[in-house]
């Protein structure tokens, strides 16, 4: 009776090791997601894991161990232990949810971006975006409170791009001196 396991791969395997498995006549399955960087590209939501739906009494443990890229099947007591059906239905389903969230949470500040806060107790702060803090909405911000650069969360739809308007980044100031007392003398 073919039922779901957990197969374990060495790292950045996983899709040689599906591609394998299918080519066999082996049905896989890879959970995975968009990658951070690129809305194109996907990644294993699970690194170094993919489930296999086979029955061994039809397909010997052997066929599947020496399948290139795969470090082990996991076990219990040295058996195969068998993941319920169930469990992968709703993997399938909380992966379909997380994706269709991140779709509409889709922003475009980068690291270091200036930021405003539009609502909520830092209402109309300025602050540096300094990336995503949770797979969800909320994200981190530098803010600069009492002269200190402090990690704030917000939620994403706090905030704004902000651009000031003819400003330039200023210059870096020059160093005056190379540490005890040494004067640097500059030729301009």
């Known amino acids: 009776m ?10 950045n395997a996983e899709y040689e090791c599906a591609s ?12 995975e997601i968009k990658t951070a960087h690129s809305n194109q590209e996907r990644e294993p939501f699970f690194p170094c894991y ?3 739906k ?15 890229g795969l470090r082990r099947i996991v076990t219990f007591d040295e058996q195969p232990t068998p993941i319920p059906a169930e469990v992968i239905e709703l993997i399938q389903k909380k992966l379909r949810e997380f994706e269709a969230t991140q779709q509409g949470l889709a ?22 975006f300094d990336g995503p803090s949770t797979p ?3 994200v981190q ?14 939620d994403v739809c706090q905030l704004e791009e902000h651009a000031e308007k003819g400003s330039e980044p200023q210059p870096k100031r020059r160093r005056r001196s190379r540490g005890q007392g040494r004067t640097i003398r500059y030729s301009d």
Do not use: C
Not at 57 to 66: D, K, M, N, V
Not at 110 to 116: A, H, I, L, R, S
Not at 141 to 153: E, H, K, T
């Open 20 to 31: 394998i498995l299918q080519e066999r006549g082996i049905h896989t399955y890879l959970p």
């Open 50 to 52: 993919l489930f296999s």
């Open 107 to 128: 922003h475009s500040f980068k690291k270091g971006d200036t930021v405003k806060i539009k609502e909520g107790p830092f209402q109309d702060m300025l602050a540096v």
């Open 54 to 68: 086979i029955d061994f009494e039809a397909i010997g443990l052997s066929h599947i161990q020496w399948t290139p």
């Open 141 to 154: 911000v530098l803010l600069d409170i009492l002269g200190n650069a402090n990690r704030v969360q917000v």
């Open 2 to 11: 073919e039922q779901w396991y957990t197969l374990h791969t060495k790292p």
């Open 136 to 138: 969800s909405e909320r």
